[in-house]
Every structure is written in C-alpha cells, then in structure tokens.
C-alpha cells in the first residue's frame, strides 16, 4: 500500500474516532516522537526532564525509523509532538490531507547523503551511469527528498532507476552487500557504516551549491494543538532554551551523545554540521515573507505531488507560528 493510501485509511479511520468520542479533555500526558542518530540539544532537556518540570505532565518519549512513520502514529493517536519530523514526510501528510501542523523548525542540515558503492567507478561527473541501478531509500523523507534533489541536479533519468524502500540501517546493510548500487539515507550510525563500503556522490557543498538542503519540523497534530495550546508553546519554549544553552555551553555533549545512541566522536561530527535556529530566528528568517520555510515548503510540496495527494495551493493553513511568540 501507499503511503497516501495508507495515510487516507488511517485519516478515515481517525474522522470516525472523533465523531464518537466524549468531549477532549486537557493532556495528562504528552507522547513525543523522536529520532536515535540525530544529535540534538533538545536530548539534555529529555534526559533532564526539563520538559516534564515545564509542561506539568509525564512526558512520553518514543523513538522512530523515519517521519512517515511519525504521521502514522500522530493520525493513529499514539504522538502528540513529532520532534525533527523531516520536511518531506510531513509535507507527504499534508498533501494526503494528515490534520498536521507544522509549528516550528527543528533543525537545519546539509542535504541528506547518497552514497555510491565502492568499486563502481561512479561520481558526480558522470552520474548518468547509475541508470539502470539499484537504489536504497527510505520514501518520503527527507533522504528521498535529496535523492530526487540530486538527481535533478545530476541530470540522472528517476525512471530508469530502480529503487528499494528501506530504512538507513538496512539500506546501509543492503549496500555493505553489494544488492544495492548506492543508498541515500540519514543517521549519524547508519551514514557512518554506509560509508565504510560506498563514497558520497555529491559532497555537502556541492549540494548546497545546487540548492539542496535540508530542515525538519516540530509538527503537532490539529487536534492537539487546539486543545493543548498552553503545553505546545511550552514544549517550543524549553527547546528553545536548551538550544541557546547548548549553543553557549556544550559541555553536556555527553548526554546527547548517550540519548542518541552515538559515539562521542559520531555525535560531534553530526551536531557540528547542524543549525539550530532560535524562536526569534525561526520567525524572522525562516517564517517571513519569502523566508526559509516557506520557499522549501512549496518546492517540497510540488516534489512529492501525486494524482492521489496533490500539492496544496497555499501551504500557510498547515503552518501556526503562534506557539514562537
């Protein structure tokens, strides 16, 4: 089944549990999704529990493969916060008509890496012969997403390829044995093993020289954010703060290293290529007019168009940046 099929099942299914449900009540908890391999401050105030101290309730924190898998537990009801859900699956969502909000950016990143195996003479310059290849991809990420991204810039024919749906860890083992010709994928671990057997096709500075980058979002659930209002902004609010404290004292890299399941040196190397861009920053930058957020959601969003989840015309329903201010 396909993602906007099984996201139209799920989304059918999720209308009639409203319908007969009692009136909502306020959260006596909060269920947030979460990436392992993906160093972020935000880990410290987990480990803390800083969260809990601000949103007065317990704080449920599970841990996912990739975004898509994110949207299905929020439209199932298992996640309230969904935190560095990748840009693509949330769009993905969205254009399925998932009730998402996106209320603020996670983090910004270089494009997610392709990685060629060793041994079949493949690079930049003459990436044309990947075609007829196999690939690994985690659909409707944001791996996916730089994938087609570098494809485009390469001048590589998408049709020709063929192409696997695997998660980075098998992916990464897929290309080790040699069934897949290159993988694109993200995690600090998975990224690491992918490149004992493979090399980067397009370096991150030739992606950002072709326009590929990346950022992932905090998204909440429609319902959620109507009638948790006050533990949303919260949630945005101590985030916010561990970034700055992190930004100003990264001492506690042990603990991120720890909650994120990476070596010292994996977790150091991963964070250094992150921005993390404040409240004040996301809403000047990223949330204005013309800004960040709003030219990559409609790239995005025409990216991953299909006949059955069409882009949207205007993208601003699903965006609420009240809960930076």
């Not at 399925?96 to 930049?124: E, R, W």
């Not at 012969?129 to 730089?146: F, H, Q």
């Not at 659930?221 to 902004?233: H, L, P, Q, Y």
Request: charged share 20%; proline share 4%; glycine share 8%.
């Amino acid at each position: 089944m396909t993602l906007s099929k099984t996201l139209k099942t799920t989304l059918g299914a999720a209308s009639l549990v409203a319908a007969t449900s009692m009136p909502a009540q306020a959260a006596d908890e909060v269920n947030v999704a979460f990436f392992l391999e993906w160093a972020t401050p935000n880990l410290i105030a987990k480990a803390e529990k800083m969260y809990e101290d601000a949103l007065g309730v317990p704080v449920n924190w599970t841990n996912f493969d990739a975004g898509t898998q994110m949207t299905e537990a929020m439209l199932a009801g298992d996640i309230d916060i969904s935190y560095s859900q990748g840009l693509a699956p949330f769009i993905a969502g969205v254009n399925a008509n998932a009730p998402l909000k996106m209320v603020g950016i996670a983090v910004a990143y270089p494009a997610n890496p392709c990685i060629v195996a060793n041994g079949s003479g493949i690079t930049a310059d003459n990436a044309s012969e990947l075609e007829g290849k196999t690939v690994a991809v985690p659909l409707a990420t944001m791996a996916d997403y730089s994938f087609r991204m570098q494809m485009r810039a390469l001048d590589v024919d998408l049709d020709s390829l063929t192409i696997v749906d695997q998660v980075p860890a098998d992916g990464a083992v897929s290309l080790a044995e040699g069934s897949v010709d290159m993988v694109c994928l993200f995690g600090g671990d998975s990224i690491k093993k992918a490149l004992e057997n493979g090399a980067a096709l397009m370096d991150d500075a030739a992606a950002e020289a072709a326009g590929i980058v990346s950022f992932d979002v905090v998204s909440v659930t429609e319902k959620f954010a109507s009638e948790n209002g006050d533990i949303v902004r919260a949630f945005m609010e101590v985030t916010d703060e561990i970034n700055q404290a992190h930004a100003a004292d990264p001492s506690r890299m042990n603990v991120i290293a720890a909650e994120s399941g990476m070596d010292m040196e994996t977790t150091q190397n991963q964070i250094g290529t992150m921005i993390f861009p404040t409240n004040e920053e996301q809403l000047s930058s990223y949330f204005s007019d013309g800004g960040l957020a709003g030219t990559a959601v409609t790239i995005v969003g025409n990216a991953f168009a299909t006949d059955d989840s069409p882009a949207l015309e205007d993208y601003s329903a699903v965006i609420d940046t009240s809960f930076l201010q």
